[in-house]
């Protein structure tokens, strides 16, 4: 969220995670950093305040753990990673920002009969801010993803008004992928194509090359399996003894070449590339997130398939970053 709200105009003042991994990319990919590695409910307000020094904050921006909101998840009100975002109101009720954004998954608005819904916008509105809410996909913003994600945005003296989609036809996963080749590129390695598509020109600007582009080797049986699945199908193309092969109903799907990606995950081996016999690469992913090429990952292959699945696209964020611009500078 952050890239996208830099790319829009705006200057990160600090970064706060608890994973390190996050926060050593995030600072390698932007020039003066600042992060800090912490539990956010343990973070005093004072201390970001002598970190940050006496400048003002125009928007806090944030994602609190949506685990125990998540369809993955076990789904429990009670879950005592739901009362993270009291953290957050904490800091929005510490700094009195101009406007908050807070991105959650969907279901953040149904859970417990709404309760959770209903106590974010009841803490948020004895701050005196006035409180939207919409759940937005991503591929409408022209993320090649159909991620659906909830988005809360608050204003101290008006209400946020959402933008429109701003593409009519979805940038498919075809056009985000189709220069990358099937086999590994060393880090830099120069492009093996031209681009093929508008997104891919826009998408490696400023790259000087393929970076995180490390091909996960399938044991042959695997590889037997997914080559049974055409392009955009899943299970049930294979033969029924096989469907129970993987105890979850995402397992053996293929990207669909002529649409936009489904949801990413952050590196279970259960969706595979639309032709290749392969789970997607962490620069695949990183595409089908809209992250732009010149943006790397740092750690091991499963950390960096994990910080790309829990980000939120940039593309979709720096549209609201665009949106939220008029509001905050009257």
């Known amino acids: 969220m952050s890239l996208g709200f830099e790319r829009a105009g705006f200057t990160s003042l600090l970064a706060i995670d608890n994973w390190q991994d996050a926060l050593t990319t995030y600072a390698y990919n932007r020039r003066n950093a600042h992060t800090l590695c912490a539990d956010i409910s343990e973070v ?67 859970m417990g009969n709404c309760s959770i819904r209903d106590a974010i916008l009841s803490d948020f509105m004895k701050l005196g801010y006035q409180i939207t809410y919409k759940i937005l996909t991503a591929s409408d913003y022209g993320v090649p993803q159909n991620r659906r994600r909830a988005v809360f945005v608050g204003l101290r003296n008006t209400v946020f008004a959402f933008p429109d989609a701003t593409t009519e ?121 809209s992250f732009p090429d010149e943006f790397v990952f740092l750690g091991n292959k499963g950390s960096q398939l994990r910080q790309v699945g829990n980000a939120v696209p940039p593309l979709m964020a720096e549209t609201i970053a665009k949106s939220l611009i008029p509001y905050i500078n009257v």
């Open 44 to 110: 005093s307000t004072d201390e970001v305040k002598r970190i940050i020094g006496n400048t003002a904050v125009d928007v806090i921006i944030g994602g609190p753990p949506c685990q125990g909101f998540s369809v993955a998840g076990k789904r429990n009100v009670k879950d005592v990673r739901n009362s993270l975002y009291k953290s957050f109101v904490n800091f929005v009720a510490a700094f009195k920002p101009k406007a908050f954004v807070m991105e959650n998954v969907p279901q953040i608005l149904t």
């Open 169 to 289: 036809t979805p940038v498919t996963s075809w056009q985000a992928l189709s220069d990358l080749p099937e086999a590994s590129i060393n880090d830099g390695a120069p492009y093996p194509c031209e681009p093929l598509s508008d997104f891919q020109k826009a998408i490696r600007q400023n790259s000087n090359g393929v970076y995180n582009h490390d091909v996960t080797i399938h044991t042959a049986k695997t590889q037997q399996i997914i080559a049974m699945v055409p392009d955009g199908g899943n299970y049930k193309d294979l033969p029924e003894e096989l469907w129970s092969t993987r105890k979850v109903h995402i397992a053996w799907t293929r990207l669909n070449s002529k649409k936009p990606s489904f949801t990413i995950d952050c590196g279970h081996n259960h969706h595979f590339h639309y032709s290749f016999n392969r789970v997607p690469t962490v620069r695949e992913s990183a595409r089908l997130q």
